[in-house]
């Protein structure tokens, strides 16, 4: 693949994938399996070198709905992959058993859009955001206490976070939440922060969220579980959508909120772009 070569974006899940060629990572993928009973559904290895990996905005075709300029899809800078360390696998590359990311995690969060207000507070201290900051996402005190306890007890490494708004006033939080093996995000994470039906957390200003059916299952992406929450009518002032996605030894939260209502598809857009830089 050379530096220019940019990924698509993944196929339709029309053909079942094939199994894993060990009985551990055939376990891993029957974990990964259950924790994915919110949605129906490239291994990048690099060696020594400094290559980045194009990815593309996504074709409009690739997603139902998505077929127009007009849909509201937002245009997002070219983005890339960044450097692996000089021997280094990528997360889900053969022998990577914790399926850690050894890039910068800073330069795998998502972009702000082309027009958009970076929220710089965001960016905490050296690309580092507090796990308090993290934390006040979450309405009621008990439940930020527990959940500040379980990031302790999971051996939290570091969170890296990036925000912004766009000009209709629709606003972007995107965190990444890096432990120390796939199997704390899967097991520890990732199953007791979404509920069945709802997230088990509350986020502030969305009294009541639910699966999102209308989220599009070709949007998955390989290796990544992905639950979405959405805030029904009636809602208060603004609308919250909820995004969560289980990235090996990252847990990303997704957090897009809009006075009146929050348009569908620039959260569609943003949960699949940040799943695919961090496949």
């Known amino acids: 693949m050379t530096e220019s070569q940019q990924v698509a974006a993944p196929p339709l899940p029309d053909t079942p994938p094939a199994p894993a060629p060990a009985e551990a990572k055939k376990d891993r993928r029957v974990l990964r399996a259950v924790l994915r009973w919110t949605a129906a559904a490239v291994v990048l290895a690099t060696a020594g070198t400094a290559t980045a990996y194009g990815i593309s905005g996504m074709e409009r075709t690739d997603v139902p709905g998505l077929s127009t300029r007009s849909d509201g899809r937002w245009d997002f800078p070219r983005l890339t992959k960044p450097p692996l360390p000089s021997g280094s696998p990528g997360p889900f590359a053969a022998g990577n058993a914790a399926e850690a990311h050894y890039a910068d995690l800073r330069a795998l969060l998502l972009p702000a859009p082309e027009g958009a207000e970076e929220d710089k507070a965001l960016r905490g201290s050296d690309g580092w955001l507090a796990t308090k900051d993290f934390l006040a996402e979450y309405e009621v005190k008990e439940e930020r206490e527990e959940l500040g ?87 208060g002032a603004e609308q919250v959508r909820q995004g969560y996605l289980s990235a090996g030894d990252v847990f990303a939260v997704i957090l897009q909120s809009r006075k009146g209502s929050a348009p569908a598809v620039p959260f569609q857009q943003t949960v699949t772009l940040q799943a695919q830089l961090l496949d």
């Open 149 to 235: 306890q379980k990031l302790v007890d999971t051996g939290l490494r570091h969170i890296a976070a990036r925000g912004w708004t766009t000009s209709d006033g629709t606003r972007t939080r995107v965190y990444l939440l890096q432990f120390g093996t796939a199997n704390v995000v899967e097991s520890k994470l990732a199953s007791d922060a979404q509920a069945y039906t709802s997230p088990t957390y509350q986020v502030r200003g969305a009294a009541e969220a639910v699966y999102d059916e209308a989220f599009p299952d070709a949007a998955a992406v390989s290796e990544i579980s992905r639950a979405a929450f959405t805030e029904q009518k009636p809602y």
